[in-house]
């Protein structure tokens, strides 16, 4: 009994410090990790941007900016050509995937169609849900039905799967996948139309203006050219 109690102390001790050692070792390793998995989450996204609006000149990342939808922030990416806005890229998401969450990069044209979009995330069943990327790209077999999503026309209906009564043909075998695809659309088509509306606030702003609100700092009243 002796021997039991003498060594119990040093157990604990022993365990306390292996606990200390592992910990360390875990924050250590986080923060190696950290800015490698940051900077590939960023060059996913600039890789999506890339594929999913027009062609453009800036950088809509770094002029990336946020709308509420929902009283949710969804982040907005505005393509443009010199000063012309051309398109904007919507990271949306859906929480109805079968597997829970998923994030996806849709791409608009200015008059509201889909350009294409970009599967960021998602724990879709392999082989069924996971075929979104796919199968929204692939023109549809059945006639009247909806399946290439690319170049729709997006409106304040919703679009639904066929089995909702609804246009678009969904992943066999995987309604719910489709439904959830549908409805981060839909989401993102809602930012799109905040961004929009954003845009066009800030342009009344500017061509509402003041002639005289320009700072002149000539002291001679001498117009600046």
Not at 22 to 30: D, E, I, Q, T
Not at 131 to 148: H, V
Request: charged share 25%; proline share 4%.
């Amino acid at each position: 009994m002796k021997k039991l109690k003498s060594s119990l102390p040093n157990m604990l001790l022993s365990l306390t410090g292996f606990c200390i050692v592992v910990s360390a070792a875990l924050g250590m390793m986080n923060e190696i990790t950290k800015e490698p998995i940051a900077k590939a989450e960023v060059d996913a996204k600039v890789t999506a941007i890339k594929q999913v609006v027009n062609a453009f000149d800036n950088n809509p990342y770094e002029e990336r900016f946020e709308v509420d939808v929902d009283g949710a922030k969804l982040t907005v990416f505005p393509a443009k050509k010199g000063q012309e806005i051309v398109g904007y890229a919507v990271e949306s998401y859906t929480d109805k995937g079968f597997s829970g969450k998923f994030t996806v990069m849709y791409g608009f044209d200015m008059d509201g169609k889909i350009h294409d979009f970009s599967v960021l995330s998602h724990s879709e069943t392999p082989g069924l849900g996971a075929k979104m990327q796919e199968w929204f790209r692939t023109p549809a077999k059945k006639e009247g039905l909806i399946q290439d999503v690319r170049g729709v026309q997006m409106s304040d209906t919703p679009l639904t799967v066929s089995k909702d009564g609804g246009q678009v043909d969904a992943i066999t075998a995987a309604t719910i996948s489709s439904r959830a695809f549908l409805d981060a659309m839909d989401r993102a088509y809602r930012g799109f139309k905040a961004a929009q509306g954003s845009a066009g606030q800030a342009q009344e702003s500017v061509e509402a203006a003041p002639a005289d609100s320009t700072i002149n700092t000539n002291t001679d009243n001498t117009e600046a050219q």
